[in-house]
């Protein structure tokens, strides 16, 4: 018998764990979408299934209260999907970040780099206040570029980044190293 450090024990716990989510078996792989050479991971069946969504939003909210979010940030538009019900179990409150041109008031931008071209997300500047801890919510971490953007949004607005929580992270991508620092939890790894 082989003896395993913590990190393996973990590592075969979040397996497990990963291994019953109901949204596992959901997602719907489209190949070539929105271009050639992209393989999207499309969560609607995952939002049909009231079970399969309310198990991904409760698993997001304790982690996002473990962390001591004091708001959820929802990053356009799936983040708002998955980040609402966690902001509303939570009784905090829900931040946009929307992206170019979307939102009314006085915002602040921030510009990123995609799996696939460029885009700019926004935040109202009166978004978050001096020291409030932000949990960034999203469906999927890909390049983390969206989730960098997110994070400098956020900091210019003297909140701090306390989390990030996302249903599906891309591995291969290796999106956590532009989030190096932060704490990164992504309930399905592929
Ligand atoms: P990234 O900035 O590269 O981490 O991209 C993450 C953002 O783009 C998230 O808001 C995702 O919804 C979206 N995204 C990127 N790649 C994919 C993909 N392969 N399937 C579904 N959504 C994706």
Redesign the pocket.
Known sequence: MTSEGPDGRLRRYHAQVMAELLALSLIRD?PD?PLPG??????TPVLGSPEAFAEVCHLLAADAKAKGAEAIVG?????FIFGVPVALELGIPFVMARKLGKLPYDKISEE?????GT?TVEMHVDALHDGQKAYIV????????????AVRLIERLKGEVCGFG?L?E?SF?Q?RE?LLGYPITALIEI
């Open positions: 489209v979408f992209i393989m999207f991971k499309d969560v990053i356009e538009s799936r983040g990123y780099a995609l799996e696939y885009n999203d469906d999927l971490l890909a390049t983390g570029g969206t989730a960098a953007a996302c599906i891309l991508l999106g532009n």
